[in-house]
């Protein structure tokens, strides 16, 4: 484990008192002189986020998060941006001390040191810096969704916001006491970028009137009793707002003034308005990634996609503290009559995915490319997201396919190893029985929930990380966690070697599969075996191989029924396995993926799959028994298979079908085909994956051994090309068909294999 020590004289510090007080914004700021071109350094770490303005300007939001009891340290070079004489550095943070998917349960803290010509003129803890409370965020507010803390609002006057941006500020400083020491790492991922866009006003702009219901309280279902409990959140009696009024105020009254506002696609980051108001305001943001009916529905995805703000007479440039992910924005006016001059967000993506590109003769293709592209950079920061808006939360099983894309798009696997480590380095995880690992992480589970089969794909995660990197580092920490989930599986074992009973929230795909798990789950036993391979080559043991062996062909004697695996079987009173008779779409998936069938060893069941299932099926026509797929994780491993057989004029129209409707409406890809839920999901960036290696041909890139394999397809677009970054350099690749294809590498680096 690398540990940082870059931090010299600063202590962690927090108003006295408020340590772990809930939701709690506090100010930091310092004042120094530059003279000539002094280097500038900040390095600073917090619990939980934090924003840095220099001279007034946002610079920088965090920090990239670690594991519990570690603290990823940020370290800034301010050189470029500070100007000759005094300069003022601002420091915005909150101390959530809630539970959620988002954020770690910690207490709260600031440490911060600023650095002019080597020499510390500011640190916290020591001098230069003074700090005060920031009382304007309303803070005995609703949560913003169940995985994420809570909902903001602000109280403001337009001089709120002057002691960030001006040096002489009058304000009441508080007094701050110092922490135990923390243990520091790097930040080990890039900055994030933070580009602003403008959004514009949809046709339906002006005096409009919407038909859509008032959003139903009980599509918030985590507004409960026990789940506050759970939660750590305010109970309802406290409230200084009526969150659910709040969002009953969405449907806007006929002479009611309010605008739909569009950026034109997905985009996810820090809601910016520019405001001014004569008289008192009360105004909330609603804001979504869909419009249904020609509107907002607050309760499409359970969370609450709204900011309030109550205003006072002046002028504003107001900017959400937390991002989020939306394409349209819609203001609406409780109380007086404000002028919005603009709105928009800046973004709070991935700064590095720029070099990567993919054009070919067919532009839905391409169009892909770009979903994909902006699925990930949004997706993917400091760690591997399942979406950017409702959860921001790092789920295993979507990180083995984000983790797939990251070298592609990137040049390196930075976010996965940082995403990895914070796996590794707890002893255990609180909440979760003994040798599991969390379904997400850095995540709180007080309710101990697990998914046991988000534990088998980390292990495939891990092994594919090493063949992408050659990092041996994270295997070496990882040994004795992989032994203690193999033992922690064993327990559950019955006579035949199979998996019975396991305990947790079993997942398979969001499908009928997930009913279908009790007994001896099939599909978790191909995985479990696939798991013990995995294992099995990470530690060099020969038995986890052998085991392996055992459990596919059990579950092949077990399952298959004639025509189709089954989904599981319950035994009778004498321990005998029976088949339930029911199956679906996505077990036949899993026995694929997972090598306990082959289209060798089933032919029949091979062609049944590829020629008559898919994302384009009938459910009512074609085999009716077998219940259908969903794209997680159903298409994908779907799409895998066929990329496998090199059905690639399949795989692309499958793609299309099934995507391109997604990058249409919102430039992003969804979790699911509809837009119930996110639609903006990290995993399915992995059409990057296959856009390069199907159609442009780049199947394998050995970054240990500087080689690349390229096979041009068969079938396909009539040229195709293509720029991947490397550690050295850019792999660029163009190619006709009828012609040879022109690949160029950086110096040090071969190409192995041309077809």
């Known amino acids: 484990m690398m540990r940082c020590s870059g931090i010299r004289e600063a202590r962690p510090v927090w108003p006295q008192g408020l340590e772990s007080e809930r939701n709690i914004h506090v100010g930091f ?12 350094l900040l390095r600073m770490a917090g619990s939980t986020i934090y924003r840095v303005f220099l001279n007034g300007a946002m610079i920088h939001h965090g920090p990239a998060r670690g594991p519990h009891g570690f603290y990823r340290m940020d370290a800034l070079n301010l050189s470029s941006a500070v100007k000759p004489g005094a300069n003022l550095l601002a420091i915005e943070v909150v101390g959530y001390n809630c539970n959620s998917f988002a954020y770690l349960n910690q207490t709260s803290f600031l440490q911060a040191e600023l650095e002019v010509n080597e020499q510390v003129v500011a640190a916290t803890g020591r001098a230069g810096f003074s700090s005060l409370l920031l009382p304007e965020r309303i803070q005995r507010v609703e949560r913003y969704s169940f995985q994420r803390p809570f909902m903001e609002a602000y109280r403001l006057t337009p001089e709120s916001d002057v002691w960030r941006w001006s040096i002489n500020a009058s304000y009441d400083a508080t007094e701050c006491s110092e922490q135990p020491d923390k243990v520091l790492l790097p930040r080990g991922v890039a900055l994030p970028a933070l580009e602003k866009r403008t959004a514009k006003a949809t046709p339906r702009s002006g005096l409009v009137e919407f038909n859509q219901p008032a959003a139903d309280a009980a599509a918030y279902w985590w507004m409960t009793e026990q789940r506050r409990e759970e939660l750590k959140s305010f109970r309802p009696e406290a409230f200084e707002l009526d969150a659910l009024q709040l969002s009953r105020a969405c449907p806007m009254k006929p002479e009611a003034p309010g605008r739909i506002l569009d950026l034109g696609i997905n985009l ?17 943001v609603f804001f979504d990634e869909v419009l249904v009916e020609d509107d907002i529905d607050p309760a499409r995805n359970t969370t609450l996609n709204l900011i309030y703000y109550e205003l006072q007479p002046g002028t504003y440039a107001l900017e959400s503290m937390e991002p989020y992910t939306f394409r349209y924005l819609k203001p609406v006016v409780l109380e007086g009559n404000p002028v919005i001059a603009q709105a928009g967000i800046r973004e709070y993506a991935h700064a590095g995915t720029v070099q990567a590109e993919f054009s070919c003769a067919d532009p839905e293709l391409m169009k892909l490319f770009e979903a994909g592209r902006q699925t990930f950079r949004q997706n993917a920061l400091d760690i591997y997201m399942d979406c950017p808006g409702r959860e921001r939360a790092g789920w295993l ?35 979760i029985p003994e040798g599991m690992l969390p379904m997400c992480y850095p995540a709180e589970h007080p ?13 495939l995660e891990l092994e594919e990380y090493l063949k992408r990197t050659g990092d041996r580092s994270l295997l070496d920490r990882a040994g004795r966690k992989l032994v203690r989930l193999h033992d922690y599986f064993a327990t559950f074992e019955n006579n035949d070697g199979l998996l019975e009973n396991l305990p947790g929230w079993n997942f398979i795909e969001w499908s009928k599969a997930n009913e279908l798990t009790d007994g001896i789950s099939y599909p978790t036993n191909m995985l479990y075996a696939r798991m013990l391979e995995a294992m099995g080559r990470l530690l060099d043991d020969d038995t986890l191989l052998n085991k392996a062996r055992g459990i596919h062909a059990v579950v092949r004697r077990q399952a298959f029924d004639g025509t189709f695996f089954a989904d599981h079987a319950v035994c009778d009173d004498n321990g005998i396995p029976q088949r339930t008779g029911e199956s679906t779409e996505v077990c036949q998936y899993y026995a694929f993926f997972c090598g306990t069938a082959t289209p060798e060893t089933y032919p029949d069941l091979w062609q049944t799959l590829l020629t008559e299932f898919g994302p384009a099926r009938n459910p009512t026509a074609v085999h009716e028994r077998l219940h259908p797929a969903n794209a997680f994780i159903g298409y994908f491993l779907r799409m895998e298979l066929l990329s496998r057989q090199g059905e690639t004029a399949r795989l692309m129209q499958e793609m299309k079908d099934y995507f391109l409707g997604m990058a249409e409406r919102t430039g992003t890809l969804w979790e699911h085909c509809d837009v119930r839920a996110s639609c903006n999901h990290g995993f399915a960036s992995h059409l990057c994956v296959h856009l390069f290696r199907d159609v442009l041909g780049v199947h394998c890139i050995d970054r240990a051994n500087k080689t690349v ?8 677009p009539e040229s195709c090309g293509g720029t991947i970054p490397l550690p050295d350099g850019l792999l660029r690749i163009r190619w006709s068909r009828g012609g040879a294809p022109q690949i160029f590498l950086p110096d040090g680096w071969q190409l192995k294999q041309t077809i």
């Open 29 to 40: 700021r310092a004042v120094f002189d530059i003279r000539g071109d002094a280097p500038v």
């Open 397 to 431: 099983c979507d990180s083995f396919f984000t983790g797939r894309v990251e070298p592609l798009l990137c040049g390196d696997s930075r976010i996965e190893h940082n995403f990895l480590e914070n796996y590794l380095l707890p002893e255990r995880f609180a909440g």
């Open 447 to 459: 309710d101990g929930v697990f998914i046991p089969q988000w534990a088998m794909w980390f292990v």
């Open 268 to 284: 996810t980051g820090f809601i910016r308005l520019q405001v001014f108001c004569a008289r008192p305001v009360k105004l909330v």
């Open 709 to 716: 394999e390229v096979s041009v397809p068969a079938h396909g």
